[in-house]
């Protein structure tokens, strides 16, 4: 019995071609000197794809009349159109759980960074300015007596809410619908949530629904001394509206892990000084990576053994 055919168009952790090859016939077109060439020729038979940011739509799975299973390096996968998957009889997963402790770090990392102007200080000092103009400003921002709205309370934003506690914020939440045993505040909307919190941590997925879910009346709800995190995606916020704001004292700072157009960083958002943003690092480890990776090796063989992904998507569950 032939070995069935999956498809990896992007490199991934070593680990996920090394495994994969020893499963299934694996097809690593992003190798080949003429990489569409290389999938067209294996197109009609790919039963699986290995996938890391590709957009899957219709149109792609037309290309794959076969297709069984599409294993999404990543927890958010608004890159894929997972109800047309569904549809279709394919199956989606993702890798949740184990990047949730590296994005609450991270995510931890960045408020505090933010708040207390540390990526200023450290260019302050390396640009030999505190031996020649003296120390680094005090901080208009501090952590003490901030109340944190996270808006998105998974396992991510629990994580989260874990830490901050630990910092001594107060916490308060966003989601589609109340938590049954989660004894933190809930406000049914954004715009309200920012009206009750001085920080605001975005922890949300992409996607047409959460789509400039931050624009300009949340960024006037949160206020002068307001703090924005973002470590969800960039498409959350409306960057034009989040840059006046910045500009203008509308809030007070922000941290950006993720941005609407990535790698593409507006020039006006990089030259701000009250702006931490990081290159899209919130998972970045080898060791969170490498477990990411695992999974998705894990879905593939779990779904071409035994019929059964490991992590299905919501959409794909029922």
């Known amino acids: 019995m032939s070995l069935p055919v999956v498809l990896m168009s992007r490199p991934m952790r070593p680990l996920v071609a090394r495994q994969l090859t020893e499963k299934v016939s694996l097809v690593e077109s992003h190798l080949q000197d003429d990489p569409d060439a290389a999938i067209a020729e294996v197109a009609a038979d790919v039963r699986g794809l290995a996938c ?41 997963t993702n890798t949740p759980d184990v990047l949730t402790e590296e994005v609450a770090d991270t995510a931890l ?39 944190l709205g996270i808006v998105g309370l998974g396992r991510i934003g629990k994580a989260i809410a874990e830490r901050a506690e630990a910092f001594g914020l107060k916490i308060a939440y966003h989601g589609r619908s109340k938590q049954a045993g989660v004894a933190y505040p809930y406000f049914p909307s954004v715009l309200e949530l920012a009206a009750a919190c001085d920080t605001l941590m975005l922890v949300v997925p992409g996607g047409a629904e959460t789509r400039h879910m931050v624009d300009k009346p949340v960024l006037e709800a949160l206020g002068r001394d307001g703090v924005l995190i973002n470590v969800g995606r960039g498409t959350l916020v409306d960057e034009t509206a989040l840059i006046e704001a910045l500009e203008n004292g509308t809030i007070l700072s922000a941290g950006l892990d993720v941005f609407e157009q990535e790698p593409h960083v507006p020039a006006k958002l990089r030259a701000l000084e009250n702006v931490v943003a990081l290159p899209h690092v919130g998972s970045a480890s080898v060791h969170t990576r490498d477990a990411m990776g695992q999974l998705v090796v894990d879905n593939l063989v779990s779904w071409f053994e035994t019929g059964k992904p490991v992590t299905p998507v919501a959409e794909c569950k029922g």
Not at 70 to 85: E, K, L, Q
Not at 125 to 143: C, D, I, M, Q, S
Request: with cysteine; aromatic share 8%.
């Open 52 to 92: 890391i940011g590709q957009k899957v739509d219709a149109a792609l799975l037309d290309r794959f009349p076969k297709l069984e299973i599409i294993a999404n390096f990543g927890v958010g996968y608004d890159n894929i159109d997972a109800s047309a998957c569904a549809a279709r009889g394919v199956m989606v």
């Open 109 to 147: 990392g960045l408020l505090i960074m933010t708040v207390r102007e540390f990526g200023a200080a450290e260019r302050h000092l390396r640009a030999g300015k505190w031996e020649g103009e003296g120390a680094f400003p005090l901080t208009a921002g501090t952590l003490r007596g901030r109340t």
